[in-house]
């Protein structure tokens, strides 16, 4: 899919092409912890998610540090370079991942859960992300807001009682499973909706250059690189829960510190820095250990399935979250954005401190990953 989209010559091409990069990615975020977490005993869980998620912090500071280069190039050089790397996976994957299989028993999956899914989840993505430029209650916003109401009564109904649904929402049922999605979802709203709104508050309103913003980008990511095998070490001390709320917090503090600093002058030593560095820290935290926590939750034969529900609804989270920051921005151009980006930041708060309730919420066996049926 990235090959095609480098090589794409027209705007139809390139949407196809991103279509089928966005299936792939689809396999491999479904696939990456319930592959490796049976590959050790339950007691290493933890320390096995916090180097699962070092490694992908990784990528979180290494692209926009190299990104605007490439760009500055040519933007088909951000999609080219996927390719090798690509490849890479492929041939490490075969040599050194074992295959995982799932013990259930054969079945075809609901076809009407496959019918009305994709559209369900599509005219919601669809809403969230048009509603604003076409106006929430304009014919054309209305409309696809009835016809994803429609579609998602019909898949949670399919998910509800069919005997081999899309989506397995008895998997909601495990408390410390459902507990830790709710809050990665709320950290995953919180995340991008304040690396949806800080670019363009660097660019618009302190008038940084690209590669200066990459460079503030990958400065609040590096924490992760630290904050995820940390975190991992420390699960055995003091539970999963314990360490996610410590994340959320930090995390809130940060973007309030940011947000408390901020003004039409970029204060990058005593503002951003340090309210980044925290961000990154909290997000390190609570970000991979609450997916780690909920898998956890999990037995061993549908690790597979609990994942892929666990992706949706945490990029479902963050589609919400940019929604609601385009939304909180409002109009306002160059550093008139100042005062929405305020706001979305205070939003980012929030949410951080919402993901808090779920938490609380947990029992002591669930809050340290046990099974909770």
């Known amino acids: 899919g990235s090959l095609c989209t480098a090589l794409a010559p027209s705007l139809g091409l390139i949407i196809a092409a991103r279509v089928l990069t966005g299936a792939g990615a689809a396999f491999l975020t479904a696939g990456t912890l319930a592959i490796v977490l049976p590959m050790f005993p339950p007691s290493k869980a933890g320390e096995v998610i916090g180097y699962w998620g070092a490694v992908g912090s990784v990528?979180?500071?290494?692209?926009?540090?190299?990104?605007?280069?490439?760009?500055?190039?040519?933007?088909?050089?951000?999609?080219?370079?996927?390719?090798?790397?690509?490849?890479?996976?492929?041939?490490?994957?075969?040599?050194?991942?074992?295959?995982?299989?799932?013990?259930?028993?054969?079945?075809?999956?609901?076809?009407?859960?496959?019918?009305?899914?994709?559209?369900?989840?599509?005219?919601?993505?669809?809403?969230?992300?048009?509603?604003?430029?076409?106006?929430?209650?304009?014919?054309?916003?209305?409309?696809?807001?009835?016809?994803?109401?429609?579609?998602?009564?019909?898949?949670?109904?399919?998910?509800?009682?069919?005997?081999?649904?899309?989506?397995?929402?008895?998997?909601?049922?495990?408390?410390?499973?459902?507990?830790?999605?709710?809050?990665?979802?709320?950290?995953?709203?919180g995340f991008f909706a304040f690396f949806i709104t800080g670019p363009l508050i660097m660019i618009n309103v302190w008038q940084w250059s690209v590669g200066k913003v990459g460079v503030a980008i990958a400065v609040s990511q590096m924490p992760s690189s630290i904050g995820s095998p940390l975190g991992g070490r420390l699960v055995k001390r003091?539970?999963?829960?314990?360490?996610?709320?410590?994340?959320?917090?930090?995390?809130?503090?940060?973007?309030?510190?940011?947000?408390?600093?901020?003004?039409?002058?970029?204060?990058?030593?005593?503002?951003?820095?340090?309210?980044?560095?925290?961000?990154?820290?909290?997000?390190?935290?609570c970000g991979t250990l609450s997916s780690g926590a909920a898998l956890a939750s999990l037995p061993p034969d549908v690790l597979g399935i609990g994942n892929s529900l666990q992706q949706l609804l945490r990029r479902m989270g963050g589609a919400i979250g940019v929604a609601i920051a385009y939304v909180l921005l409002g109009d306002a151009k160059g550093p008139a954005l100042l005062a929405g980006g305020r706001r979305v930041w205070w939003m980012v708060v929030v949410v951080h401190l919402v993901a808090l309730v779920p938490l609380i919420a947990l029992t002591d066996r669930s809050r340290r990953g046990g099974e909770y049926a």
């Open 238 to 285: 003091f539970g999963y829960r314990d360490l996610e709320i410590a994340g959320a917090l930090f995390a809130a503090s940060g973007v309030a510190w940011m947000v408390l600093t901020a003004g039409p002058t970029a204060n990058v030593w005593f503002g951003y820095l340090p309210g980044a560095l925290l961000f990154g820290f909290g997000c390190s935290l």
């Open 59 to 189: 990528a979180g500071w290494l692209t926009p540090l190299f990104g605007p280069f490439l760009v500055a190039h040519s933007w088909r050089w951000a999609f080219a370079t996927i390719v090798p790397i690509g490849l890479f996976v492929i041939v490490m994957g075969l040599r050194v991942l074992p295959e995982q299989r799932a013990t259930l028993p054969p079945g075809r999956t609901d076809t009407v859960s496959l019918i009305a899914g994709p559209p369900a989840l599509g005219l919601l993505m669809l809403f969230l992300s048009n509603g604003r430029v076409w106006g929430w209650t304009s014919t054309p916003t209305l409309l696809i807001a009835v016809a994803m109401v429609g579609f998602m009564v019909v898949l949670v109904h399919r998910s509800l009682h069919a005997e081999r649904p899309l989506l397995d929402l008895d998997l909601l049922r495990v408390k410390g499973y459902t507990g830790n999605l709710l809050t990665g979802v709320c950290q995953q709203a």
